[in-house]
C-alpha cells in the first residue's frame, strides 16, 4: 500500500515573541573582551546570553568579571526573577523506575464515545473520546468513530508507557485535543491542508486535520465504515507529533520526526502496539527503504544531521525524496540512541528528554504566571525582571551534550555502526 503523506506544519514553533525583553548590557570576561547582550538566565554553571533574538549562547559564569557575576547572583536571587514552579506530575515516573513496555493496549474506557452535538445544516457533528475532541463533516455511528478514536487514543497509551517521561496534556485552554475530519479532500484543502499531504497537524491552531480516505473510512450507500484493513503507520506519526506539542519547541527536528517515525514503525492493530517488536519493525523499515525506495541506510554526515537548525532542515527537504531521506535518519537516530547506544536501554536518551521536559516545565510556569499575559499572533508581554523561555531557532540544540556525552562525532558514528552490526542492518555514517 502507498504511504500516505501527513505535515507536521512547525511554522509557528520559535514564533513566540515578547512585547517587552529584558535591557541588553555590557558584559566583560576574565580576558577584558566586552558584549552586548541580554541576560536570558542561568543552563548549570553557565549564563545565557541572547545576543539576538536568533542567537543565545552559554557563557561561563566563573569568566565573567566581578560585577558581572554580582549581577548574575542578584537577578537569579531574586524571587520575581522566575515564575512560581508547578507541582511535580504525579504520572510522571523517576527515570530509575521506567522500563520499556510490551504490549501496549489502549484501555476500554479511553474509546468510549459521547456525542456532543450534530447539526445537519452546519456539517458540524462532535464526538469525544476521553483525550480527544473529533468535529466530523459528516455524522458518524458510534462504532464507526469508537475505531477512529481507538488509533488515537492508543497512541497516547503508547506515547506515554515509553520511557521518555511525556505525559500527554492537551494544549493550554483545551480539555482534549482536537481533530477536524473532513468527509473528501477538497474539503480539507479548503480548510487549509496541503495539496499533497493526507493530513496535517499545525502546530498554531493546534488542530490536526484530516480527511476521511486518510483515516481508512469509506461510504457504501449513505452510511461511512471503517476500512479495517487500512494501515494507520502514518496517522500513528502525526498523533505523535500532537501529543507531544508541548516537546516540539525545544527538540532538534530529527528528534522531532525520528520519535513519529519510531512510533509508526512499531507494530499495531485493533489498538494494541507490540512495542517489544521495536527490533524487528526497525529491520522491516531498513529493507524496506533499500528495496522499495533505493535508500540503504545512510546517516550521511552525523554532525550534520544532529546539529541541524529548523531552518537548516526545511532547505534539506527540498524534494519528496530527500524529505523521506530525513526521516529514515532521524529513525535510525532515535532508534540507536533508544535501544543500541551504551547499556543498550536508552538511558543517555532518557536523561536528554529529562531535561527537555525541564524545558516544557519551565515553560509552563512561565505562561502560568499572572504577570504574563498572551497576545495575538502568538506574542506575550512580561515584566523585565521576568526571565521567558528560550525559543530561539538554537534552543532545541541545548541540551545535545547530554546525548554526546563527551564523545566526539568520528567515535559516535563508530558506535552507532557497530551497533546497528549487532541487530543486521548495515548502516554508512560519515
Not at 485493533?270 to 521495536?278: I, L, N, Y
Not at 541540551?399 to 563508530?414: G, M, Q, S, T, V
Request: hydrophobic share 35%.
Amino acid at each position: 500500500m502507498q504511504k500516505i503523506t501527513f505535515c507536521l506544519c512547525l511554522a509557528t514553533l520559535g514564533c513566540l515573541s515578547a512585547q517587552v525583553q529584558a535591557a541588553p548590557r555590557a558584559w566583560t570576561d576574565d580576558n577584558g573582551r566586552k558584549v552586548e547582550a541580554e541576560f536570558a538566565g542561568m543552563q548549570g554553571d553557565s549564563v545565557l546570553l541572547r545576543l539576538s533574538a536568533d542567537k543565545t549562547i552559554p557563557f561561563p559564569l566563573a569568566r565573567l568579571s566581578a560585577e558581572d557575576q554580582a549581577f548574575v547572583k542578584a537577578q537569579t536571587a531574586s524571587p520575581a526573577t522566575t515564575s512560581p514552579a508547578l507541582p511535580a506530575d504525579p504520572k510522571r515516573l523517576p527515570i530509575e523506575q521506567r522500563t520499556w513496555p510490551q504490549n501496549v493496549e489502549v484501555p476500554a474506557r479511553s474509546v468510549e464515545i459521547s456525542v456532543i452535538s450534530e447539526s445537519v445544516a452546519e456539517r458540524k457533528y462532535v464526538y469525544q473520546s476521553e483525550a480527544f475532541e473529533f468535529t466530523s463533516q459528516a455524522k458518524l455511528a458510534g462504532s464507526v468513530m469508537k475505531e477512529v478514536a481507538r488509533t488515537f487514543e492508543a497512541t497516547r497509551s503508547l506515547v506515554e508507557a515509553l520511557p521518555w517521561g511525556i505525559v500527554c496534556r492537551p494544549p493550554e485552554g483545551m480539555p482534549r485535543f482536537k481533530a477536524a475530519l473532513f468527509e473528501s479532500r477538497q474539503d480539507y484543502i479548503e480548510a487549509g491542508g496541503p495539496e499533497n499531504s493526507g493530513g496535517v497537524y499545525s502546530t498554531g491552531d493546534k488542530v490536526f486535520k484530516i480527511p476521511f480516505p486518510s483515516l481508512g473510512m469509506e461510504k457504501r450507500g449513505q452510511t461511512y465504515f471503517k476500512n479495517d484493513n487500512y494501515s494507520n503507520g502514518t496517522l500513528v506519526h502525526e498523533i505523535t507529533h500532537q501529543l507531544m506539542d508541548e516537546y516540539l519547541g525545544f527538540l532538534p527536528t530529527w528528534v522531532v520526526e525520528g520519535t513519529a517515525e519510531y512510533t509508526e514503525m512499531l507494530p499495531y492493530k485493533s489498538g494494541t502496539f507490540r512495542a517489544d517488536a521495536h527490533k524487528s519493525g526497525m529491520k522491516e523499515d531498513a529493507t524496506v527503504w533499500e528495496k522499495q525506495e533505493g535508500f540503504p541506510p545512510d546517516l550521511g554526515k552525523l554532525e550534520e544531521h544532529m546539529s541541524m537548525t529548523r531552518d537548516q532542515w526545511l532547505a534539506a527537504c527540498s524534494s519528496p525524496v530527500k524529505m523521506r531521506e530525513m526521516y529514515h535518519r532521524s529513525q535510525l537516530l532515535v532508534y540507536y540512541f533508544c535501544h543500541l547506544d551504551g547499556d543498550k536501554k536508552g538511558t543517555r536518551f532518557i536523561r536528554f528528554m529529562e531535561a527537555v521536559h525541564g524545558e516544557v516545565t519551565a515553560m509552563r510556569a512561565f505562561f502560568a504566571d499572572p504577570r504574563v499575559k498572551r497576545m495575538d499572533g502568538g506574542r506575550f508581554s512580561y515584566p523585565r525582571e521576568l526571565t521567558p523561555p528560550d525559543m530561539s531557532d538554537t534552543a532545541p540544540l541545548k541540551h545535545l551534550p547530554i546525548l554526546l556525552d563527551e564523545r566526539p562525532y568520528a567515535k559516535l558514528a563508530a558506535e552507532i555502526i557497530a551497533g546497528f552490526k549487532d541487530i543486521g542492518i548495515k548502516v554508512r555514517v560519515e
